[in-house]
Structures are given as C-alpha cells and as structure tokens.
C-alpha cells in the first residue's frame, strides 16, 4: 500500500511563500495526493488534488494564494502572501482501491 | 454543500464498544461516494479508520480491521461506526467524511471519545 511522508514543521514570515512537500513511497510515484488544512481546534478541510502531471483542483472557496504542483514522487502546496490565519497543520492524503492513508502533518508556523 | 455531524457517547469504559453515528444533509449516501472513518488522538495526526461505499462495500484499516464495523442507514441518510474491546489508545477526536474521486473532500465537525473508566 502507498506510503506518504511530510515534513514535521515549516516556517515562514507574514506575507512571504512557502512550499510544503508530500512525498510517495517507492512505486506509488503516479499517485494522485490531496491536502487537508487543520488550523488549530478545528476539524480538517480539503484544499485540492493534485496529481502526478501537476495539475491541481482545488475545493470550493480555496484563496487563490494556494496552488499545487508535483515532481517525480514529490506533490507540493505552495501558499502565496502568506497570511497568520495560515498557521496550521497541513496533511496529505493518497488512497488506492483498498485503502486510504495520511502522512504525520506538516505544522506550518507564521512568523 | 453537503455536511456532516457526528453524534454518540463521549465517554466508553474500557474493554466496551464505541458506537457513533454520522448524520448526512445536502447530500445523499447513495450517491457515487465513499463514506469514511478517521480519527485523530490528541495531539497527533490523522488515522483512516475505514469506509463504506454508496453500495455498501466496506474497506478497513488493517490495524483495526478486527474490531472494526461500519454500516449504513439508507433511510436516515447516515452511517456508523462500531469499534469493539476499545482500551485508551482508542480515545480521540473521530471525523467523519465523504469521499468522491478519490479524495475526502467534505469532513464532519469531530467528535472527542474517551476511554477511561
């Protein structure tokens, strides 16, 4: 079954980008990805799908500050003029047709 | 826009069954999704519990395959989960969600579960 790895923390400043990084495990590198926001004491929310050739598809109400894309086994989210309301947790999700997986999060800090 | 509530106890003695149901409106789980399962221990990140599709077929996490059961209610629009022999490991916060195309793409609110006596 698909493996998906994050980093366990980033940092950014207030109104600069940051590219956060999912990463398949070997053999899983077609894999479509999608990434979930958590902010604090909050429940999950979808951002977008992103697949293999890089194009994304984002969920309803998305900023346009949020963008996806994808090489070789990596699957990035890059957020744009970054804002403190950003400051969360962010997972990725694969799946195949038996199962779904999440990789550990990565905490997203604005300075 | 579809959503989703959670509902059951927030308290289960150890070695019992947690049961917890998930309310769906503006949607209907009969159309082409998959209905899921996740949770999340406090503190820590986000586990799939498994899932039930709009034709009942069942997927689970080989780590609680066991001891999972989920089901659905056509009728009331709502599916549940059912997780037996529950110890302390088992207490977190538990999202439901829907799936179509693959991904999640609709999660419920949560709801905290303790396990303690």
């Known amino acids: 079954q698909p493996v998906v790895t994050q980093s366990s923390s980033a940092s950014a400043s207030l109104g600069s980008s940051v590219k956060l990084t999912c990463t398949l495990s070997s053999g899983h590198s077609t894999y479509i990805i999608a990434w979930h926001q958590q902010q604090p004491g909050k429940a999950p929310r979808y951002l977008m799908k992103?697949?293999?050739?890089?194009?994304?598809n984002k969920g309803s109400g998305v900023p346009d500050r949020f963008s996806g894309s994808s090489s070789g086994s990596d699957r990035y989210l890059t957020i744009s003029n970054l804002q403190f309301e950003d400051e969360a947790d962010y997972y990725c999700?694969?799946?195949?047709?038996?199962?779904?997986?999440f990789g550990g999060g990565t905490k997203l800090t604005v300075l | 826009q579809v959503q989703l509530q959670e509902s059951g106890p927030g308290l289960v003695k150890p070695s019992g069954t947690l049961s917890l149901s998930c309310a769906v409106s503006?949607?209907?789980?009969?159309?082409?999704?998959?209905w899921s399962w996740v949770r999340q221990p406090p503190g820590k990140g986000l586990e799939w519990i498994g899932e039930?599709?709009?034709?009942?077929?069942?997927s689970y996490n080989p780590s609680l395959k066991s001891r999972v059961t989920i089901s659905a209610d056509k009728s009331k629009n709502q599916f549940s989960l059912r997780l037996t022999s529950v110890t302390a490991a088992d207490t977190a916060v538990y999202f439901c969600a829907r799936a179509v195309g693959g991904s999640i793409d609709y999660w419920g609110q949560g709801t905290l579960v303790t396990v303690s006596s």
């Open positions: 992103v697949e293999g050739s890089g194009s994304y």
């Open positions: 503006g949607g209907s789980i009969s159309s082409t999704s998959w």
């Open positions: 999700e694969t799946w195949d047709s038996t199962t779904r997986v």
């Open positions: 039930i599709s709009h034709s009942g077929s069942t």
